[in-house]
């Protein structure tokens, strides 16, 4: 009579719950993320565009931050600090480092914190 027997299979409510939480704080942190790092996507293209085009080789240090604020303000990106941009001009080489955290809030006292680097360098 052992054959008779069935066997409960499948998650319960309280399993299927949990997952459910799981899923749900990952899409969360997923949307609080994500942004950020298209930002920074996008401004780490910024640098490399002023680096890749000859009109710019010569460009002094403040008329590159000016450049690269201009093309901030046209990627609607609002959020930036420009004392996170460093130019150094020196021995022959010109270089752009981008170097900043962000901190973004998940749920209650929960953080993500988000650190982002770019640098770029030509003579």
């Known amino acids: 009579m052992q054959y008779l027997k069935k ?45 890749d085009d000859p009109e710019y080789r010569r460009a002094a240090p403040k008329e590159l931050r000016k450049i690269f604020n201009r093309r901030i303000n046209i990627n609607s990106i609002y959020d930036f600090d420009q004392k996170y941009l460093k130019i150094d001009r020196s021995k022959g080489k010109t270089s752009m480092v981008l170097d900043y955290e962000i901190t973004k809030p998940v749920a209650g006292n929960v953080s993500v914190l988000m650190k982002f680097h770019k640098e770029v360098e030509w003579k």
């Open 7 to 51: 066997h409960q299979q499948g998650m319960s409510i309280t399993g299927w719950i949990m997952l459910i939480a799981i899923i749900l704080f990952f899409v969360l942190l997923g949307m609080r993320m994500v942004p950020s790092y298209m930002e920074f996507y996008s401004m780490s293209k910024m640098l490399e565009s002023i680096r």
